[in-house]
């Protein structure tokens, strides 16, 4: 069985920052993609950033500039630093990862449980 685990939620002032982490831990025998998905009340989910295995990082626009997407593949961990942040940013913040299990021939997308940040202006 293969877990995501999210840490280093929180609340912080508007221009504060915040470092995300995310663990793959079970039986993984590969990770792809991994990445951060934010989902706001009332709003839908939505991408913040992705890190290929190769450690190519894509950001959606709003994030470019003040956050930063990094991958420890030795450790099948993602790390989100969140610089500058506002308001808006407040959110759930979900980890996502493509991961290969031990022992199956396929990938599957798995989900962290959610970290809650809150930025108050």
């Known amino acids: 069985q293969v877990q995501l685990v999210e840490s280093g939620g929180g609340l912080v002032q508007a221009g504060g920052s915040l470092r995300l982490s995310c663990a793959a831990s079970g039986s993984v025998f590969s990770i792809m993609t991994m990445g951060w998905y934010r989902q706001a009340p009332g709003k839908q989910r939505e991408l913040v950033a992705t890190i290929t295995n190769f450690g190519s990082p894509n950001y959606a626009d709003s994030m470019k500039g003040r956050f930063t997407i990094s991958r420890d593949n030795a450790k099948n961990t993602v790390f989100l630093q969140m610089n500058s942040l506002k308001p808006e940013d407040t959110a759930v913040y979900y980890c996502?990862?493509?991961?290969?299990?031990?022992?199956?021939?396929?990938?599957?997308?798995?989900w962290g449980q959610g970290t809650q940040v809150t930025v108050s202006s």
């Open positions: 996502n990862a493509r991961i290969v299990p031990t022992g199956i021939p396929r990938w599957d997308d798995y």
